[in-house]
Nanobody, 116 residues
Framework: QVQLVESGGGLVQPGGSLRLSCAAS????????MKWYRQAPGKERELVAT????????NYANSVKDRFTISRDNAKNTVYLQMNSLKPEDTAVYYC?????????WGQGTQVTVSS
């Protein structure tokens, strides 16, 4: 079955960096687009970044453009989110997502807290 497992979250000071990872299994990873979402307390889940299958293209929410980078390693069935210049408003639970056969799959999420 499809499984997504996020890791790499934590507490970081404003201006710092984190790299999130999402290990995928149970489907042909190279053939699917992957996405990162986030959900802050009291807010709706929002799309942060998307990476397509090959030929790879990426897309970002305006709020993270030029600070976050999404990438994938098809040999490791893993998608990454490199987050730089973090701000307190980036604090949220970050989720990995893919849509396979018309169904959305989600990981358990990883908490990112940006605070001094």
């Amino acid at each position: 079955q499809v499984q997504l497992v996020e890791s790499g979250g934590g507490l970081v000071q404003p201006g710092g960096s984190l790299r999130l990872s999402c290990a995928a299994s149970g489907f042909a990873f190279p053939l699917y687009a992957m996405k990162w979402y986030r959900q802050a307390p009291g807010k709706e889940r929002e799309l942060v970044a998307t990476i397509t299958r090959a030929p790879v293209s990426t897309n970002y929410a305006n709020s993270v453009k030029d600070r976050f980078t999404i990438s994938r390693d098809n040999a490791k069935n893993t998608v990454y989110l490199q987050m730089n210049s973090l701000k307190p408003e980036d604090t949220a639970v970050y989720y990995c997502n893919c849509r396979v056969a018309g169904y959305d799959y989600w990981g358990q999420g990883t908490q990112v807290t940006v605070s001094s």
